[in-house]
């Protein structure tokens, strides 16, 4: 385990059923010993500029589905969208202290999920990833 140490968690969802299960889980892993009083949670969704959030048809129902489960555990939910979706996470997690980065891991993952997270990984060196 890296120094996590009083450092945030970051949640990454994306329009998968996962994410109330990634949400739970990230609650769990704030309540470990590894940290001497809880850190802050961060719930963040990044899509490229031309999708939708969560994937979903009635975006509102799903971002308000979203804050629901954020707010039951008491994060911060960050809806974001960006050309360079890396980039955009890897930002945010500088910005905000993340020592800890929860993903979903689909079953049907492949490479492009591999490459995805791997990217990340090479962006943030000093970042625990916990793949789901």
């Known amino acids: 385990m ?3 140490k009083n450092k945030a968690i970051m949640i990454c969802v994306t329009n998968q059923l996962s994410c109330e299960r990634l949400i739970r889980y990230g609650a769990k892993r704030s309540e470990s010993p ?3 009083e809880k850190p802050p949670i961060y719930v ?3 899509v490229q500029n031309d999708q939708r959030f969560m994937g979903a048809n009635n975006q509102e129902d799903a971002i308000s589905s ?3 489960y954020a ?5 911060e939910l960050t809806v974001l969208r960006s050309n360079n979706v890396q980039r955009t996470l890897a930002n945010f997690a500088e910005e905000h202290d993340v020592g800890v980065m929860i993903l979903g891991s689909p079953k049907n ?14 962006l943030l060196p000093n970042v625990e990833f916990d793949i789901r």
């Open 44 to 46: 963040v969704h990044c």
């Open 109 to 122: 993952s492949g490479s492009r999920n591999n490459r995805f997270s791997r990217k990340l990984q090479e």
């Open 66 to 68: 979203l804050f629901a």
């Open 34 to 36: 590894e940290y001497s």
């Open 2 to 4: 890296s120094n996590t």
């Open 71 to 75: 707010a039951e555990i008491g994060a």
